[in-house]
């Protein structure tokens, strides 16, 4: 069965400066990975995904993803964060098994604060 | 371009009472339709997907179900409301497919009193 451990509930950090978030996913085989955001009382919104080819991501927001198969982790990360990117980050994985229903499964999210 | 609607955005209920909460996808056909539960530190849960009209899959038995009586109209509802169904409610897409992303509502807020 597949998880996705995200190893940090909470990351404050100062406006320009960078930020990683990191995810850990586990999975007995291929796997397509997501990260989304959620601003306060919306729903969640994709940032960018992997689903196959350069291991380096980019998404919306100046946001990008690195996938490490070997060490089974898609980190996010920011070169310099804005006030406007506190929200919380959810890593979510699906296996790539073919199936018509999506299998995502969430990680448990990560609260980003921007401080002045 | 798909869009994808929830009503109502907050609702606050006794215990006891009955519920229903109405998710509807715009601009595409035959979506996958998800129902999710984000409770305060303990990330999304899934509780109901359909791949079709008339097909619902549970994945936590509990005192909720689900219906989706047109191909594009996903309903969460309740008999009597018990405290522990407190929370946000999320309504989901996808094209079908474990590379497809899922595009979500902007959820219902309910609060049981």
């Known amino acids: 069965a597949q998880s996705v451990t995200q190893l940090d509930s909470q990351v404050p950090v100062f406006e320009e400066a960078p930020v990683e978030l990191r995810c850990n996913y586990s999975?007995?085989?291929?796997?397509?990975l997501f990260w989304y955001v959620q601003y306060p009382n919306q729903g969640l919104q994709l940032l960018l995904k992997y689903l196959s080819g350069s291991t380096l991501v980019k998404g919306i927001n100046g946001f990008e993803a690195e996938f490490n198969k070997s060490q089974t982790s898609f980190h996010l990360r920011k070169p310099s964060v804005h006030i406007s990117d506190t929200a919380e980050y959810f890593c979510a994985v699906s296996e790539a098994y073919g199936g018509s229903q999506g299998n995502l499964i969430f990680g448990k999210g990560t609260k980003l604060s921007v401080k002045p | 371009s798909q869009t994808i609607h929830q009503w109502p955005a907050t609702l606050v209920q006794p215990v006891g009472s009955p519920l229903s909460l109405e998710c509807t996808v715009e601009g595409t056909s035959n979506p996958n339709l998800y129902w999710y539960r984000q409770a305060a530190g303990r990330g999304l849960q899934l509780l109901f997907y359909?791949?079709?009209?008339?097909?619902i899959s549970s994945e936590v038995p509990q005192n909720l179900s689900a219906s989706r009586p047109q191909d594009r109209q996903f309903i969460l509802s309740s008999k009597k409301l018990l405290l522990s169904d407190s929370g946000f409610y999320l309504c989901a897409w996808d094209r079908g497919g474990s590379n497809q992303p899922q595009h979500f509502g902007d959820g219902t807020r309910l609060s049981i009193l």
């Open positions: 999975s007995s085989v291929s796997v397509y």
């Open positions: 359909s791949v079709g009209i008339g097909q």
